[in-house]
């Protein structure tokens, strides 16, 4: 693989960058990382370690044109790529009252103000129903009026080789020229599957921590937990237990349709999608396919397409389950970053 002593004469700004995930994904395929953004100190370190760039700690709500304009490498192509906080059109945020959604109008207007040459956007596909479509639609709108080409489309990770049944909504823009979106590179009978992705790391406890890789650990279980996570069976549900260790709260009617909480995963089969807090055994089907646990945050970074190399935590510091977890599960997967990253490149290379 290519990396940056090869790179395009191209520099990419990646707000709302996290831990990288998706700087990362554009490094793997030979773009130069000028700078990433975001809010959370946490982020500094996975970022700027892993991706050889700097992070630059400011709430994007603040961040000025000139500020951005400046991080840019002069006399280069200007990529901008991000994912404003997807929270706020989250399934999960039935009221929609996270006053976080207005950060994509804030994407836009960056983008209105700096015109880089290309634009990635990616977020949750439910953001175009959010408001009726109105927030989206706004977003596109400024990108046609600043004389961008735009597309957009929901990409389905197991299409692209990510071992994991996450949905993405990715918009392309360009102002040099029409662009297309990704290209799937697998079908149904090549998908990834959690073994391809997590088979060959060594076996744990519930509670244990690898004794080579600090983030290869697995949450402690409570003495019910060990004992439902012992009767769960690959891709079943808690309907399978004895009754008498059936949560109260699944017993009411209210609670008969969670039925993947506290479930396990399956070997032969992409994950569902990694959340913040995959690594507990109870906030869904994150049970390891055979060992009586929750997944690892190794295993969870690995289906999420991060290398096994990847370090969320410098050598030395304490490891906190909430807040690499966190990190993990808000991530833009690497590979389909990568997938954009090489939509870019063959638009980049259709101009020569």
């Known amino acids: ?50 991706n050889g760039s700097p992070f630059v700690r400011k709430d994007v709500a603040q961040l000025t044109a000139d500020d951005l304009s400046a991080l840019f490498e002069p006399n280069t192509m200007r990529i901008l790529v991000g994912c404003a906080p997807c929270q706020p059109f989250s399934t999960y945020n039935q009221k929609n009252e996270n006053p976080d959604w207005k950060l994509l109008h804030t994407f836009g207007a960056l983008i209105d103000a700096v015109r880089p040459d290309i634009v990635s956007m990616e977020n949750v596909p ?66 990834r599957t959690v073994q391809d992705e997590i088979g060959a790391l060594p076996p744990l406890d519930h509670g244990q921590v690898d004794d080579v890789d600090p983030l290869h650990r697995a949450s402690r279980l409570s003495e019910t937990n060990a004992e ?59 049970g390891h396919p055979e060992q009586d646990r929750a997944l690892s945050l190794r295993e969870g970074a690995l289906l999420q397409g991060f290398p096994r190399d990847y370090q969320f935590a410098a050598p030395g510091e304490q490891i906190h389950f909430k807040r690499i977890g966190r990190m993990i ?23 020569a």
Request: with cysteine.
């Open 1 to 50: 693989m290519t990396h940056a002593a090869n790179a395009f004469a191209a520099s990419i700004v990646d707000l709302f960058c996290g831990a990288g995930g998706l700087s990362y994904g554009f490094k793997r395929e030979a773009f130069k990382i000028a700078a990433g953004i975001d809010i959370d100190e946490a982020c500094r370190f996975p970022y700027e370690k892993n």
């Open 126 to 191: 439910r953001l175009l129903s959010f408001r009726g479509g109105q927030i989206f639609d706004t977003f596109v709108a400024k990108l046609h009026a600043a004389d961008y080409h735009v597309v957009w489309g929901v990409l389905y990770g197991p299409d692209f080789g990510l071992a994991q049944t996450r949905s993405r909504l990715v918009l392309l823009a360009s102002r040099l020229g029409p662009i297309k979106m990704p290209t799937p590179t697998h079908d149904s009978e090549e998908y």
């Open 228 to 286: 439902r996570i012992a009767s769960a069976k690959p891709g079943g549900t808690w309907r399978d237990w004895n009754p008498e260790l059936v949560a109260s709260c699944h017993k009411v009617e209210t609670g008969k349709g969670y039925s993947s909480v506290y479930g396990r995963m399956m070997w032969g089969a992409p994950s569902p999608t990694i959340t913040t807090q995959f690594y507990g055994f109870g906030n869904g089907r994150f």
């Open 329 to 351: 599960g808000n991530a833009v997967p690497v590979t389909l970053a990568g997938a954009i990253a090489r939509a870019v490149k063959q638009h980049i290379e259709g101009l």
